[in-house]
Nanobody, 122 residues
Framework: QLQLVESGGGLVQPGGSLRLSCAAS????????TGWFRQAPGKEREGVSC????????NYADSVKGRFTISRDDAKNTVYLQMNSLKPEDTAVYYC???????????????WGQGTQVTVSS
């Protein structure tokens, strides 16, 4: 089966950092566009960042630009989201996804992980 498994979430204080990992199995991420999405209670799932299949083109939501960095380690078949200067409004369940197109639209991604909780609070 094609699977994505997120890890690295947790509780962090405002201004802190966290690195999320998304390990893929059953397929290789370098053949897919990958993205990170998040969903807070009562809100729609939103795109956070994406990277194309080549691993060279990245995009970020305005709310995280300059604070978050997406990257991919092909040897480990894992995509990462480095989150710095975290804010309470970053609190959400974070999901990684893979699809044919690098997009901020959830519907463009066919494969999804189960999510990992990120809570930013003092």
């Amino acid at each position: 089966q094609l699977q994505l498994v997120e890890s690295g979430g947790g509780l962090v204080q405002p201004g802190g950092s966290l690195r999320l990992s998304c390990a893929a199995s059953g397929f290789t991420l370098d053949n897919y566009a990958t993205g990170w999405f998040r969903q807070a209670p009562g809100k729609e799932r939103e795109g956070v960042s994406c990277i194309d299949s080549s691993g060279t083109d990245t995009n970020y939501a305005d709310s995280v630009k300059g604070r978050f960095t997406i990257s991919r380690d092909d040897a480990k078949n894992t995509v990462y989201l480095q989150m710095n200067s975290l804010k309470p409004e970053d609190t959400a369940v974070y999901y990684c996804a893979a699809g044919a197109v690098a997009s901020i639209l959830p519907g463009d991604f066919a494969y999804w992980g189960q999510g990992t909780q990120v809570t930013v609070s003092s």
